[in-house]
Nanobody, 124 residues
């Protein structure tokens, strides 16, 4: 098991950028695929992005492709989500997740380990 702590959320205006961070405890961080989900008020949780254990593979939801970038630093036990050209529709609570396989996160849209979430609000 790992513990995930997100940070970096906040209030921004449309077209601005924001970077979310997820600090992961545990010495096995480098063996986990990592990802981000989000949930807006009144909407279902949705997959945002995923990255493989070594960073070689990434997946994105169509709604964020070309605007968001997921990356990881295994020496820092951290995963980031760089969000550019933000839109009001990106407003949501963003959750960092970890799982043994990127297939679970990106295809099955599930994960064994979740953070508490960080709020991102984009004003128009």
């Amino acid at each position: 098991q790992v513990q995930l702590v997100e940070s970096g959320g906040g209030l921004v205006q449309a077209r601005e950028s924001l970077t979310l961070s997820c600090a992961v405890s545990g010495r096995t961080f480098s063996t986990y695929a990592m990802g981000w989900f989000r949930q807006a008020p009144g909407k279902e949780r949705e997959f945002v992005a995923a990255i493989s254990w070594n960073g070689d593979s990434t997946y994105y939801a169509d709604s964020v492709k070309g605007r968001f970038t997921i990356s990881r630093g295994n020496s820092k036990n951290t995963v980031w989500l760089q969000m550019n050209n933000l839109k009001p529709d990106d407003t949501a609570v963003y959750y960092c997740v970890a799982d043994g396989t990127i297939y679970a996160i990106a295809v099955l849209k599930r994960a064994d380990n979740w953070g508490q979430g960080t709020q991102v609000t984009v004003s128009s």
